[in-house]
């Protein structure tokens, strides 16, 4: 039973790690926007210390998502994205709603090391999430506070 429960737990962190657990993968989007074609664009930039590691566009009909991915060289990383349709953070458990500095409430999921927040975007770039691997609550929060996503010291 002990190892069953373990699983369990491996396979949520896995999903949210992913940043999202999505019916299917994203689709690459294979040549350039077409003319008036939207790219989306993350709302926040990731902190100093956190370098790209990828991006990746998705065609998600008439815009494009996009999903960019970084990591800090001591095991911690950020995937942020904005526009990739999906169900982000399924299964994890809720961990509560924070204040943006947009003045929107966004989502807080996630569990030990593994954190996500999403919220609605400006359409058609909605959602968009930041999902943190490698962080503690507090440490996440502390990584928003950086990205000056968060109002206030709430959460």
Known sequence: MRARAALGVAATAALIAAGCGREAPPRPAAEPPTPGQRVCRPMYSPPMGFLPTGSMETDEGSYRGLRQSFEDGGGSALV????????????????????????????????????????????????????????????????????????????
Not at 102 to 129: E, K, N, V
Not at 135 to 147: G, H, N, P, Q, V
């Open 80 to 155: 942020l994205t904005a526009g990739v349709r999906g169900e982000f953070g399924e299964g994890a458990p809720a961990a509560g709603q924070v204040k943006l500095t947009t003045g929107q409430r966004a989502d807080l999921l996630g569990g030990g090391t593994t954190w996500i927040l999403i919220w609605d975007g400006t359409s058609p770039c909605s959602p968009q999430t930041i999902t943190g691997n490698g962080f503690t609550r507090a440490r996440f929060l502390e990584i928003l506070r950086a990205m000056e996503a968060l109002a206030g010291p709430e959460a």
